[in-house]
């Protein structure tokens, strides 16, 4: 199956937070609104991506950082996609655009009971952190 990866510009909002959704393992909150998402992709220009198969978004994911580490947020393929070498390209491609950008490391975060996310991430090389904990404050 043939796609190819393009910038993720605002204007495939639409068709990546519909992708979003139809995942499983991918939370999605007001941070994920149009103007969010596009305050984001400004920040971090260039660091996030899609994958165009079929005239349509087949994959995504958003990545960026502070100035000191990476992070990849949603990172979704469509059923159908996957096992095309899709979500490890778009990786692929936001750890080369951290890298260009002097980020020496990246991190995600995945819910713990997202098996099939879990066994994607380590068949790319991530490992889990057992030492660490997130913890989270509504603002």
């Given at each position: 199956m043939k796609f190819q990866l393009s910038d993720f510009e605002i204007e495939f909002y639409d068709q990546v937070v519909e992708l979003w959704r139809r995942c499983e393992g991918i939370g999605l909150s007001g941070a994920d609104?149009?103007?969010?998402?596009?305050?984001?992709?400004?920040?971090?220009?260039?660091?996030?991506?899609v994958a165009i198969g079929?005239?349509?978004?087949?994959?995504?994911?958003?990545s960026g950082h502070d100035g000191r580490?990476?992070?990849?947020h949603h990172l979704a393929v469509r059923p159908q996609w996957r096992g095309h070498g899709v979500g490890r390209e778009l990786v692929d491609r936001c750890l080369q655009a951290l890298a260009e950008a002097g980020i020496q490391k990246?991190?995600?975060?995945?819910?713990?009971d997202n098996?099939?996310?879990?066994?994607?991430w380590r068949s790319v090389g991530w490992r889990p952190r057992e030492e660490l904990?997130?913890?989270?404050?509504?603002?």
């Open positions: 609104s149009p103007e969010n998402i596009g305050a984001y992709l400004r920040r971090n220009p260039g660091m996030s991506f079929g005239g349509e978004v087949v994959g995504a994911a958003l580490r990476g992070y990849i990246c991190h995600l975060f995945i819910y713990a098996e099939e996310g879990m066994a994607f904990v997130v913890v989270s404050k509504n603002l």
